[in-house]
């Protein structure tokens, strides 16, 4: 057995999920009834998200209580970024409907109408003021990473002054939730095995054609921020080939992000990408789960594309600064997504009210994306994730350049 497992683990990641990949799309064509198959997915995703809470927590903790007088992080820059993602992202979104508008089928859903969406920009950064001061106990079973970044960074700061005993202590026990998480992550393709068979087997590929114009914008949109709009940032800011940074970041955290459909279970693997891409731990233990947070880029691309082709559906016309207003408010109520039940999809018939669109008919718009959210959600959730790993490794090769220029 002790072999077996060390063969296993020889394998490269990458081919282990591919090959898990395989296996659970066929599977779930040819035996979509064994439902048995996908309780894989659902532990691996359930693993994740349990371990991660304590993991940043933790993380965070101990790596500010270590924190010298004077050190500092490049979290004032990765922010800029985060924010200067989404922003770029709404604008591609907006030229991507101009160019290619779509006209919605708008169909009754009753998860869409059972849920009371946020009435303004104000309400979402509201909820998002509200989870950063929540009970850290609370903030932790419930995975409110705002909350828990807020917590850890104040336990850190007042254990800076500690004994050596108290800081060798909050390190073990953060070696050993890494620990943990690669355990975890070293069964991505069992779990990924799971997914997507429980996708397949339910789902089926023919509920996805009907929407396929508007699966192309919106992927398309993402495709674009992902190959040409991330890559020249890279360069701006680093002076390098951006490429190969940015298909390690699609390679490791993009895959098993976009199966998982979830950034707060993404945060190990992304910590782990990090740590394999030798950033600075005392950077990316704040700015990986504060990304999973407010950096939404693919929220923003969503939000953007539902909006107007709400419009166009009801021969609205929006102008190009209407528009522009439109990519600003989709940029920041994407960063409060996270603070908002449902996520980005809930934040549609806000930006639909911009341009007068009723209420009701905004959440039928909403229910047009849970309808998509398959391929819609997996995408956006990639671009998310990945772009955290991404901005944090810009950062960290521009102080690097800079210093060496110094």
């Known amino acids: 057995m002790k072999d077996l497992i060390k063969k296993w683990n020889s394998i490269s990641l990458i081919k282990r999920i591919i090959c898990g990949l395989i296996i659970g799309l066929v599977l779930g064509l040819v035996v979509p009834q064994a439902s048995v198959i996908s309780i894989l997915g659902t532990m691996f995703v359930g693993a994740l998200k349990g371990i991660a809470p304590l993991l940043v927590f933790f993380l965070v903790m101990s790596a500010l209580c270590h924190m010298k007088s004077g050190q500092k992080t490049n979290l004032k820059f990765i922010i800029i970024l985060y924010m200067v993602g989404n922003l770029v992202s709404a604008f591609v979104a907006v030229i991507a409907c101009r160019l290619f508008?779509?006209?919605?089928?708008?169909?009754?859903?009753?998860?869409?109408?059972?849920?009371?969406?946020?009435?303004?920009?104000?309400?979402?950064?509201?909820?998002?003021?509200?989870?950063?001061?929540?009970?850290?106990?609370?903030?932790?079973?419930?995975?409110?990473?705002?909350?828990?970044?807020?917590?850890?960074?104040?336990?850190?700061?007042?254990?800076?002054?500690a004994n050596k005993g108290t800081k060798d202590a909050l390190e073990n026990i953060s070696d050993a939730t890494a620990t943990a998480v690669q355990w975890i992550i070293n069964c991505a393709p069992f779990g990924i095995m799971g997914l997507i068979f429980s996708t397949i087997s339910e789902q089926g590929l023919d509920a996805l054609l009907s929407y396929g114009k508007l699966i192309l914008v919106l992927v398309g949109s993402m495709a674009v921020v992902i190959f040409i709009i991330n890559p020249v940032i890279v360069f701006i800011f680093t002076k390098q080939n951006p490429f190969p940074l940015v298909f390690t970041c699609l390679k490791e955290s993009f895959i098993t992000a976009f199966f998982t459909r979830s950034s707060a279970a993404n945060i190990p693997v992304n910590m782990e990408l990090c740590k394999k891409l030798g950033l600075d731990e005392d950077t990316y233990s704040i700015s990986i789960p504060l990304g999973a947070t407010i950096n939404m880029a693919g929220a923003a691309i969503t939000i953007s594309v539902m909006a107007l082709s709400t419009a166009h559906t009801l021969d609205i016309h929006v102008d190009f600064l209407t528009s522009i207003i439109l990519c600003v408010l989709a940029a920041l109520s994407a960063a409060g997504a996270s603070g908002v039940a449902g996520g980005s999809l809930l934040l549609i018939p806000m930006a639909c009210s911009l341009f007068g669109v009723p209420n009701d008919v905004a959440m039928q718009a909403v229910g047009v994306g849970f309808i998509i959210g398959v391929i819609q959600d997996s995408c956006e959730t990639g671009l998310n994730s990945s772009s955290d790993v991404l901005y944090t490794a810009i950062a960290d090769i521009r102080e690097k350049r800079l210093r060496g220029q110094k």
């Open 101 to 161: 508008p779509v006209t919605l089928t708008f169909t009754d859903s009753v998860s869409a109408t059972d849920i009371t969406p946020p009435s303004g920009i104000a309400e979402v950064l509201t909820n998002l003021l509200n989870n950063l001061v929540k009970n850290p106990v609370d903030s932790i079973v419930n995975a409110n990473y705002i909350g828990i970044l807020f917590w850890a960074v104040i336990f850190g700061i007042a254990l800076k002054h």
